[in-house]
């Protein structure tokens, strides 16, 4: 999936537009680091360092972000965002460093300013508002599964980051990833994962022998047509770079447990 910074006169952004209910237009803002201790995915910190500093004002908003598939566009998001406004006339900057997934970095967003987007203060996480721009069950599955994972983060928060909570993440992260998996591939080419323990537990060892013979690939394998099981070897190793080695002991103790039940 490729992620970018959406054309401000898209027919995609038009749409985000709506659902916003904002008559403010989105605006380019470069990202200028300044601060060596500024860190991706912590914008309220940053800009409120930025204007201890220098003065200045925080600016809340939106960054817009679009995904798209080979096939065309998937979904586009309102990240809750701010940036730094010097007040002196000068245009805003984004002190945030932002990197793509494939590690480049972002030179600048798109930005839709609002001031109700959120209270900086505040240690909930706001979710994302996310547009499906293609009618797609999957999408639309995945798109509510990444909500249920912020809520799922909020309550870890407030309730304190148990080994079942992350286990409970974990299990809502397989189900989320194999859903966008599937709308982006397209569901004739897109196994569905089933996440049974086993499969978990062999593929935070990055054991995939051991994945491939856990009930879980059993349905894969069944579910996926003939001339499509070479690609099921490229899924394995990619679940195996994202998964391997990110669950603690006591998560790993919580699933043998329930292996055993």
């Excluded at 494939?102 to 609002?114: A, K, M, S, V």
């Excluded at 999957?138 to 809520?151: F, N, R, Y």
């Amino acid at each position: 999936m490729k992620t970018f910074v959406p054309n401000p006169e898209s027919k995609a952004v038009r749409k985000l537009l709506t659902v916003l209910g904002t008559d403010k237009n989105p605006v380019s803002v470069r990202i200028v680091v300044t601060s060596q201790y500024a860190k991706e995915g912590y914008c309220y910190q940053n800009v409120s360092e930025k204007v201890r500093r220098a003065g200045g004002r925080a600016q809340l908003g939106w960054a817009i972000w679009q995904h798209d598939s080979d096939k065309g566009g998937l979904f586009i998001q309102a990240e809750p965002h701010a940036v730094y406004d010097p007040e002196n006339g000068q245009p805003w900057i984004d002190p945030t460093p932002n990197f793509f997934a494939d590690g480049n970095r972002c030179e600048e967003i798109l930005f839709i300013p609002n001031e109700k987007t959120r209270d900086p203060e505040s240690t909930v996480v706001e979710d994302n508002i996310r547009v499906p721009l293609v009618d797609d069950p999957q999408l639309v599955e995945a798109l509510k599964l990444a909500s249920e994972l912020i809520a799922l983060r909020n309550r870890a928060r407030s309730e304190g980051e148990s080994d079942a909570i992350k286990l409970e993440y974990v299990q809502l992260g397989g189900r989320y990833h194999s859903a966008l998996r599937a709308a982006e591939q397209g569901a004739e080419r897109a196994p569905t994962i089933p996440i049974d323990m086993e499969f978990m537990l062999a593929a935070d060892d990055g054991d995939i022998e051991a994945m491939k013979r856990t009930n879980a690939f059993r349905q894969m394998l069944a579910s996926t047509p003939p001339e499509k099981h070479g690609t099921l070897d490229a899924l394995l190793a990619q679940m195996v770079k994202e998964k391997k080695g990110k669950m603690t002991a006591g998560m790993r103790a919580v699933i043998r447990k329930g292996i055993r039940a």
